[in-house]
């Protein structure tokens, strides 16, 4: 219990500090025995929020520690308490690089995840899809996947979903990427926005 009495609920303070200067330790420490007892704990309700949080904070701050945990995550996404969702999602998206091939192959249940999820789901799931969009093993499967979230996406979260995919678009794939861009450029109201979608069609078309 001692990685669990530094949780914020459990020193009664209403913050999330308590939990990331948590995630930083076990971090720093390469605890992997602390890790381990969160996951254990995982569906305490009463802890549960804390425990989500400081599980992705330390996912970002160190993969290798939660990499071992992914397919918790993964179970995690039919919770029917959102904030788990959403928490569960964030902590896939800092780790999907290191356990892409769990990830490719529970891929249509993240993407059914996000098409009903919240924004913060969304996001991530992209975040996910760019990642094993990285891999030539699984960029056939996954870009389509990608540049149906783009066509999809709210108004607000399509200019930062095209600047993310960018990177991962190649010849095979530049026509059908282009072609979404150009589908929702009307769509964009906002300069601010409107000049970094262009901006990205630009760098397309080079």
Same mark, same amino acid.
């Not at 995982?42 to 989500?52: E, F, G, P, V």
């Not at 599980?55 to 945990?69: D, I, M, Q």
């Not at 094993?132 to 066509?151: H, V, W």
């Given at each position: 219990?001692?990685?669990?009495?530094?949780?914020?609920? %459990?020193?009664?303070?209403?913050?999330?500090?308590?939990?990331?200067?948590?995630?930083?330790?076990?971090?720093?420490?390469?605890?992997?025995?602390?890790?381990?007892?969160?996951?254990?704990?995982?569906?305490?309700?009463?802890?549960?929020?804390?425990?989500?949080?400081?599980?992705?904070?330390?996912?970002?701050?160190?993969?290798?520690?939660? %990499?071992?945990?992914?397919?918790?995550?993964?179970?995690?996404?039919?919770?029917?308490?959102?904030?788990?969702?959403?928490?569960?999602?964030?902590?896939?998206?800092?780790?999907?690089?290191?356990?892409?091939?769990?990830?490719?192959?529970?891929?249509?249940?993240?993407?059914?995840?996000?098409?009903?999820?919240?924004?913060?789901?969304?996001?991530?799931? %992209?975040?996910?899809?760019?990642?094993?969009?990285?891999?030539?093993?699984?960029?056939?499967?996954?870009?389509?996947?990608?540049?149906?979230?783009?066509?999809?996406?709210?108004?607000?979260?399509?200019?930062?979903?095209?600047?993310?995919?960018?990177?991962?678009?190649?010849?095979?794939?530049?026509?059908?990427?282009?072609? %979404?861009?150009?589908?929702?450029?009307?769509?964009?109201?906002?300069?601010?926005?409107?000049?970094?979608?262009?901006?990205?069609?630009?760098?397309?078309?080079?």
């Amino acid at each position: 219990m001692i990685v669990l009495n530094e949780l914020a609920s %459990v020193l009664n303070i209403r913050s999330s500090e308590p939990n990331k200067a948590l995630a930083q330790k076990l971090a720093d420490n390469n605890d992997e025995a602390g890790v381990k007892e969160l996951v254990d704990n995982i569906n305490n309700k009463k802890i549960q929020s804390d425990i989500i949080k400081t599980l992705y904070e330390t996912a970002e701050r160190k993969p290798s520690l939660v %990499v071992p945990h992914a397919a918790v995550f993964i179970q995690l996404l039919d919770s029917k308490n959102n904030r788990m969702v959403w928490g569960a999602m964030t902590a896939l998206s800092a780790i999907a690089t290191e356990c892409a091939p769990l990830l490719y192959k529970a891929i249509a249940r993240i993407v059914a995840i996000a098409d009903k999820g919240t924004v913060i789901t969304k996001d991530h799931a %992209v975040n996910i899809l760019v990642k094993l969009s990285a891999f030539k093993a699984y960029a056939d499967d996954t870009l389509p996947l990608l540049l149906e979230q783009i066509l999809a996406a709210p108004m607000n979260q399509m200019p930062t979903y095209a600047e993310k995919t960018l990177p991962v678009i190649d010849t095979a794939n530049k026509a059908a990427f282009l072609d %979404v861009l150009q589908t929702r450029l009307p769509d964009i109201e906002g300069e601010a926005k409107r000049k970094r979608l262009e901006k990205v069609i630009k760098k397309v078309k080079a």
